[in-house]
C-alpha cells in the first residue's frame, strides 16, 4: 500500500554504515574518456564530491570508511580511474572498477579482491545480520520483517485500517483484486548495511508513484507486476510509533486504475482528481494528541474528509464564491462520458477531470444510504462495458443530461464553500500478525519476489544495473532452491526471473513445475503458455497449428483465467491460437473470448479477433455486434477503418446471391 506522512518528515538517524553514491554512470566511453582536473588536497568527504563532479562518474564508498581520511591533490588531464587512484595515494585505501556496472569503488588497500560494494537502492544482502527474518500471514498480506514486532505489527495495523476506511470512497468492488498476497519486506534502518541516497534521489525522478508510506524514518517503495504487488520498506523503530500515515495518491491511482475490468475514464480520473481533494489518515491506536494535533486534530477512525473544491484555479474559485451567478464553462454530460477531449489540451483536459470529480463527488455527498451512491455504483457498472448513453444515465439516477447539468452547477457552489465527511458503517478491528521465524524458503521466496520486481523498473531507468538486479534475485531465489524449497510459489519466482532474464529455456522447467503443483500465479501460467506457443509455432513452420499443439497452449491458459486478475494477454493469445488453429470451433469455446470481453470491453485487439472468429465460424450476428461495438469504443482512426472494413465485408457476406 501507498503511504505517505501527513505532516514533515523528521530527520533520522541510527544509520551505522550508508553506502553514499557521489554520482552515477554516464556512458562506457565517458569512463575511459581524458579530462581535465583540478582538485586539491583535503578531506575525503569533500574531495571525493569534487571528483564526482568534474569527472561525472560514480565514486562508491561507505562513509565510515573515508571518515578522517585525506586525499591526494590531483592536477592536469586524467581518465577518471587514474584520477581517482592518484588521490586515494597513501590513504590507506584503493580505487576498483565494478565489472558488472562500470562504477568506480573505493575500497580497503587490503581488502579481499572480490570485495563488492552493493548497489541497489532498495535493499542490500546483509549476511551478519544479528536478528532472524520474522514472517506472517494476514488475509491478502504477507509481511517479511526485520524490525521489531511493534513496528511490523503497527505497519499491518494501518494497513488493514486505512483499507477499510478507503472503501467508503472507492468500495473494494472497483479496486483490483489479486489473489496473490501483497508482499511486505521490513528493514529495520540500522541493520541496513547500505542504502544508496544519492542513487536512490536519481531513480525518484524516474518513479512516480513508487512511494508507499513515509513516517517519521520510514522510507518505502512500490513495484507492481501484472498480478502481484511488492513493498519494500525501511523503518527506523524509534521512530515510527508517531505520526499519521495516509494513501499516497499514485498508489489510489494503481487501486482504481489496475482494476479488472478497467472502469471508464470518467471515473478513474474523476476519483483520482477527487481523491487529492480527501483527506484519510490511519494513527497509531491509542496515541495521545500532540501539541500539534490540538490546531489539526485527528480524523476519527473510519472517517474521510473532502476538501472544499478548488475549481479551474484558486482565483477562479473565489470569484465564484462572491458571485454565485457567475457562468462557469461546463462540458455536456455526453463528452464528459466519452472520454478526454481529442487533442490533448491540458487545460481542456483538466477541466474534464475536474468535472468528473465534482459529479461523484455530488453522488457520494450525503449519509451512508443515500439513492446516488448506489446509482453511482449502479451507473459505474453499466459504463465498464457498454458506452455511456442518457437513456442509462436515466435510468441509474431518474433524470437526463440536461437537468443533471443544472444539478452541478448548483452542487459546486456548494462544493467550494464547504468539507463533507464519507465515513464507514461499522466499527472496524483488524487483524492481528502472527509473527513467527521465517523459514529460508519464505525467505527466499518473498525477499526473492521483491527481487524481481525490481528488475523491470531498473532496466527503464538505470539499464546499465540490470545484471546487478538480475544476479542479486537469481541468488535470493536459489539460496532457498538449492537447500532443497520445492514451493511452488519459489519455482514461480525462478521462472519469471528468468523471463524477465530473456532466458525462455531457463525459465520453462521452473514454470512447469509450479504450474503441475496448481500455484496460484496467474503469470506464471501465462509465461508458460507464451513459451509453449513460440516452440509450437516454430514446429508448425507455416504459422498454422493442429488440435494437439493448440491444446498444448491451451492447458495453462485455462487455469490462469480462474485465478484474479484475469490478464488480458492470456484472452489475446487464446484468440491468436484459434485463429491459426484448423478445425472449427464450438459456440461454448468462441463465448470463452465473449466473457474476455466483459473484462476487457476496450480491447480492441480481443474484440476483433473475436468478431472475426465469430465470422469465420458461422455466427455472423456476433460478430456484427462485437465489430459494431468496436466502433462505440475505438477513437483511433485506423481502428476505426479496420472495424468498418470488418462490417462491410461481414454485409457483403449476408448480402443475396445476384
Known amino acids: 500500500m501507498s503511504f505517505r506522512l501527513v505532516r514533515p518528515l523528521a530527520n533520522r538517524s541510527g544509520l551505522c554504515l550508508m553506502l553514499f553514491l557521489l554520482a552515477w554512470v554516464a556512458s562506457l566511453a565517458a569512463q575511459e574518456a581524458v579530462q581535465a582536473f583540478d582538485i586539491p588536497a583535503g578531506r575525503a568527504e569533500r574531495t571525493l564530491e569534487r571528483f564526482a563532479r568534474q569527472s561525472s562518474q560514480p565514486a562508491v564508498f561507505a562513509t565510515d570508511l573515508i571518515r578522517g581520511v585525506h586525499t591526494q591533490a590531483v592536477k592536469g588531464e586524467y581518465r577518471p580511474f587514474e584520477a581517482l587512484t592518484a588521490m586515494l595515494t597513501g590513504s590507506g585505501l584503493v580505487a576498483v572498477r565494478d565489472a558488472q556496472t562500470g562504477a568506480l569503488l573505493v575500497k580497503p588497500a587490503d581488502a579481499r579482491n572480490d570485495y563488492v560494494v552493493e548497489l541497489p537502492p532498495y535493499l542490500v544482502e546483509a549476511p551478519n545480520i544479528p536478528l532472524p527474518w520474522q514472517y506472517a500471514a494476514l488475509p491478502g498480506v504477507e509481511v517479511l520483517s526485520l524490525c521489531s514486532d511493534a513496528s511490523t505489527r503497527l505497519l499491518l495495523n494501518h494497513h488493514f485500517r486505512l483499507r477499510n476506511t478507503l472503501s467508503v470512497l472507492l468500495p473494494e468492488e472497483f479496486q483490483v483484486q489479486l489473489d496473490l498476497p501483497i508482499t511486505y519486506v521490513l528493514f529495520e534502518a540500522s541493520l541496513q548495511p547500505g542504502m544508496a541516497r544519492e542513487l536512490t534521489k536519481e531513480l525518484d ?169 448506489e446509482a453511482l455504483w449502479r451507473f459505474v457498472r453499466e459504463t465498464t462495458a457498454e458506452p455511456a448513453t442518457e437513456a442509462r444515465f436515466e435510468a441509474c439516477f431518474g433524470s437526463g443530461y440536461g437537468k443533471m447539468e443544472g444539478m452541478l452547477r448548483d452542487y459546486l457552489q456548494v462544493a467550494i464553500k464547504r468539507q463533507c465527511y464519507l465515513s464507514t458503517p461499522t466499527v472496524y478491528e483488524p487483524p492481528t500478525a502472527k509473527l ?44 532457498a532452491y538449492d537447500k532443497g524449497e520445492r514451493d511452488p510459489r519459489l519455482l514461480a519466482e525462478l521462472g519469471l526471473t528468468e523471463c524477465e532474464a530473456g532466458d525462455d529455456p531457463a525459465a520453462r522447467p521452473f514454470l512447469e513445475a509450479a504450474v503441475a503443483a496448481k500455484v496460484i500465479h496467474p503469470r506464471a501460467y501465462y509465461e508458460l503458455a507464451r513459451i509453449y506457443y513460440q516452440e509450437v509455432l516454430a514446429e508448425a513452420g507455416d504459422g498454422r497449428l493442429g488440435a494437439g499443439q493448440a491444446g498444448r497452449v491451451l492447458g495453462p491458459l485455462a487455469s490462469a483465467l480462474r485465478q484474479k486478475p484475469v490478464l488480458a494477454e492470456g484472452y489475446e493469445l487464446i484468440a491468436d491460437i484459434w485463429l491459426r488453429t484448423d478445425g472449427g470451433l464450438t459456440p461454448a469455446q468462441l ?68
Request: charged share 25%; glycine share 6%; hydrophobic share 40%.
Open 591 to 658: 463465448d470463452v473470448l465473449t466473457a474476455g470481453l466483459r473484462r476487457f470491453p476496450r480491447d480492441l485487439r480481443l474484440r476483433y479477433s473475436a468478431a472475426l472468429l465469430n465470422s469465420l465460424h458461422g455466427r455472423p450476428a456476433e460478430a456484427k455486434a462485437l465489430a459494431e461495438k468496436g466502433l462505440d469504443f475505438a477513437t483511433d482512426a485506423k481502428e476505426r477503418q479496420r472495424f468498418e472494413r470488418l462490417l462491410t465485408a461481414l454485409a457483403e457476406a449476408a448480402a443475396p446471391a445476384p
Open 436 to 479: 513467527r521465524d521465517a523459514s529460508g524458503g519464505e525467505i527466499g521466496r518473498l525477499k526473492g519476489r521483491l527481487d524481481r520486481m525490481e528488475i523491470p523498473f531498473v532496466r527503464r531507468n538505470c539499464p546499465e544495473l540490470t545484471p546487478r538486479y538480475l544476479a542479486q534475485a537469481r541468488q535470493t531465489l536459489r539460496r
Open 205 to 373: 525522478k524516474h518513479r512516480a508513484g513508487a512511494d508507499n508510506w513515509v513516517i517519521n524514518g520510514l522510507s518505502n517503495y512500490r513495484f507492481s507486476d501484472r498480478d502481484a504487488v511488492a513493498m519494500f520498506f525501511i523503518i527506523d523503530d524509534l521512530n515510527f510509533s508517531r505520526g499519521r500515515l495516509t494513501i499516497a495518491p499514485e498508489y489510489f491511482r494503481y487501486l482504481v486504475s489496475a482494476r479488472t475490468p478497467t472502469p471508464p475514464a470518467w471515473f478513474v480520473e474523476g476519483m483520482c482528481a477527487l481523491y487529492d481533494q480527501a483527506i484519510l489518515e490511519s494513527a497509531p491506536p491509542g496515541r495521545s494528541p500532540s501539541m500539534s494535533e490540538v490546531v489539526d486534530p485527528p480524523l476519527p477512525e473510519g472517517v474521510i474528509a473532502l476538501r472544499p473544491v478548488v475549481w479551474s484555479s484558486p482565483a477562479e474559485t473565489e470569484e465564484l464564491r462572491k458571485d454565485p451567478l457567475k457562468e462557469v464553462a461546463f462540458l455536456p454530460l455526453a463528452q464528459l462520458f466519452a472520454g478526454p477531449p481529442a487533442g490533448g489540451d491540458a487545460a481542456q483536459v483538466a477541466r474534464w477531470q475536474a468535472q468528473a470529480a465534482l459529479f461523484i463527488r455530488w453522488a457520494l455527498d450525503g449519509d451512508g444510504a443515500h439513492p446516488r451512491r
